[in-house]
């Protein structure tokens, strides 16, 4: 009960995140609302009745690499025993709008590390359009990075989440796909997965809307019980075994949608949390306490089954505390230094969960997309609030801002 509880806040820590750079650890905030949010729309009965309950998952009838059962705890079942032989995945991700100030964190970062079979390390970025640097998801898109979806207006609050209907999902993730392409120059079949506002799922919903734009698999699904051993991604063709930790959850059929389950973490007094800036109880602010802590949740998957290993935040985090950005960066500098570590953007880590290998887990590196960006400056206005806004596209400027129903900034017609 008390880390079940636990994980909730941590979770509304998560969520309140999203909208401050600072919280109080007892998980008050001061979350400023986004304005002229459209009203959580009611969750239409048929959208649940037309997708068939999930059974309970087999083996002999899941089969890599179009399907995966939520209890595989290894990549493959001939791999017992030989866990230290198979590649230890980071994924790294950063929620929310890409600006000048945390893409200069990004770059410091990433910046001279490479994995071990010679390619670039990467993240994947979950972005949210609203005050979005278009130019610069270019540069981190021509990079290597992964470019994902968090929709465009990211809601207000939990409650538009918990209740959208496909149609809501379908347009806040299929305007941000349109936009991405139309501004920052990132082709949409290269866009595989999303991350829901506030890890705030609803049911069937999401994941069949996701499924209809084109994605591939979703991260917003949080799992406190499968933490040690650590859950590997799975698919949604049979029922899920994973915690519901934040609901309502899907238990419908999704033929070959994959889920990667957000591993918790554990904080310095044994809760769990979802995100990194979620953790009530962070170590002291001092490089070497967080870069312990930080490698002790390492450990439970390097020295355990090999799942993995999510760190999921928001660049807001290291405004937080004087060394979290020199604890991270020493951290994960740390990792690269690992003969079996790979650092990789989600969708890629993917690739290896499909077809699992002992040993190096790609023959050769990802190409680089051809993405090329004439950076120019918008002033156009927000018309549903009349604010006026500057915005870094690629190549030309909209008419007026985008948003939700108008990704492309078209004039409307009175």
Same mark, same amino acid.
């Given at each position: 009960m008390k880390c079940s509880t636990l994980l909730l806040v941590s979770v509304?820590?998560?969520?309140? @995140? #999203? #909208? +401050? /750079? @600072? =919280? %109080?650890q007892s998980g008050k905030s001061k979350a400023k609302k986004l304005k002229n949010k459209p009203k959580a729309p009611v969750q239409p009965e048929e959208e649940l009745l037309l997708l068939p309950k999930a059974e309970n998952c087999k083996a002999a009838n899941c089969k890599l690499p179009d399907c995966r059962c939520s209890d595989t705890i290894l990549p493959r079942s001939k791999f017992q025993g030989k866990e230290n032989e198979i590649p230890q995945f980071v994924t790294i991700t950063f929620d929310d709008a890409v600006n000048a100030v945390n893409y200069a964190q990004y770059e410091l970062l990433f910046s001279g590390l490479t994995n071990p079979d010679g390619c670039m390390a990467s993240g994947t970025f979950f972005l949210s359009h609203e005050y979005t640097d278009y130019v610069r998801v270019n540069a981190l898109y021509r990079a290597g990075h992964e470019i994902a979806l968090h929709s465009v207006t990211h809601g207000d609050g939990t409650d538009y989440w918990?209740? @959208?209907?496909?149609?809501?999902? $379908?347009? $806040?993730?299929?305007?941000q796909l349109q936009m991405l392409a139309a501004f920052a120059k990132v082709d949409p079949k290269s866009v595989q997965g999303m991350r829901l506002p506030f890890l705030q799922i609803s049911g069937n919903n999401s994941f069949a809307a996701a499924q209809r734009l084109g994605l591939s698999y979703d991260s917003s699904? *949080?799992? =406190? =019980?499968? %933490? $040690?051993?650590?859950?590997w991604p799975y698919t949604l063709d049979y029922r899920s075994k994973q915690d519901c930790q934040i609901g309502p959850c899907p238990d419908a059929s999704i033929p070959g949608f994959w889920v990667n389950p957000m591993v918790t973490w554990t904080d310095t007094e044994g809760y769990s949390c979802s995100m990194?800036?979620?953790? /009530?109880? *962070? *170590? =002291?602010?001092k490089v070497d306490a967080l870069f312990d802590w930080m490698l002790e949740n390492f450990n439970r998957h390097y020295e355990g089954n090999r799942a993995p290993f999510g760190m999921y935040l928001h660049a807001a985090w290291? +405004? !937080?505390? !004087?060394?979290?950005? @020199?604890?991270?960066?020493?951290f994960i500098h740390h990792l690269n230094t690992y003969p079996d570590v790979y650092l990789t953007g989600i969708s890629r880590m993917l690739e290896y969960v499909k077809k699992p290998v002992l040993g190096a887990p790609f023959k050769g590196c990802p190409a680089m997309p051809e993405a090329a960006c004439h950076a120019v400056q918008c002033h156009v206005q927000k018309v549903s609030t009349g604010e006026e806004r500057y915005m870094n596209v690629c190549d030309k400027c909209p008419a /007026?801002? *985008?948003w939700l129903g108008n990704p492309l900034g078209q004039q409307q017609q009175l």
């Amino acid at each position: 009960m008390k880390c079940s509880t636990l994980l909730l806040v941590s979770v509304l820590l998560c969520t309140a @995140a #999203l #909208l +401050s /750079v @600072a =919280q %109080k650890q007892s998980g008050k905030s001061k979350a400023k609302k986004l304005k002229n949010k459209p009203k959580a729309p009611v969750q239409p009965e048929e959208e649940l009745l037309l997708l068939p309950k999930a059974e309970n998952c087999k083996a002999a009838n899941c089969k890599l690499p179009d399907c995966r059962c939520s209890d595989t705890i290894l990549p493959r079942s001939k791999f017992q025993g030989k866990e230290n032989e198979i590649p230890q995945f980071v994924t790294i991700t950063f929620d929310d709008a890409v600006n000048a100030v945390n893409y200069a964190q990004y770059e410091l970062l990433f910046s001279g590390l490479t994995n071990p079979d010679g390619c670039m390390a990467s993240g994947t970025f979950f972005l949210s359009h609203e005050y979005t640097d278009y130019v610069r998801v270019n540069a981190l898109y021509r990079a290597g990075h992964e470019i994902a979806l968090h929709s465009v207006t990211h809601g207000d609050g939990t409650d538009y989440w918990r209740a @959208a209907d496909v149609a809501t999902i $379908e347009q $806040e993730f299929g305007d941000q796909l349109q936009m991405l392409a139309a501004f920052a120059k990132v082709d949409p079949k290269s866009v595989q997965g999303m991350r829901l506002p506030f890890l705030q799922i609803s049911g069937n919903n999401s994941f069949a809307a996701a499924q209809r734009l084109g994605l591939s698999y979703d991260s917003s699904w *949080p799992t =406190q =019980q499968f %933490k $040690e051993p650590a859950m590997w991604p799975y698919t949604l063709d049979y029922r899920s075994k994973q915690d519901c930790q934040i609901g309502p959850c899907p238990d419908a059929s999704i033929p070959g949608f994959w889920v990667n389950p957000m591993v918790t973490w554990t904080d310095t007094e044994g809760y769990s949390c979802s995100m990194i800036d979620a953790c /009530v109880y *962070p *170590p =002291q602010d001092k490089v070497d306490a967080l870069f312990d802590w930080m490698l002790e949740n390492f450990n439970r998957h390097y020295e355990g089954n090999r799942a993995p290993f999510g760190m999921y935040l928001h660049a807001a985090w290291f +405004s !937080r505390g !004087r060394n979290y950005f @020199a604890a991270f960066k020493k951290f994960i500098h740390h990792l690269n230094t690992y003969p079996d570590v790979y650092l990789t953007g989600i969708s890629r880590m993917l690739e290896y969960v499909k077809k699992p290998v002992l040993g190096a887990p790609f023959k050769g590196c990802p190409a680089m997309p051809e993405a090329a960006c004439h950076a120019v400056q918008c002033h156009v206005q927000k018309v549903s609030t009349g604010e006026e806004r500057y915005m870094n596209v690629c190549d030309k400027c909209p008419a /007026v801002y *985008p948003w939700l129903g108008n990704p492309l900034g078209q004039q409307q017609q009175l």
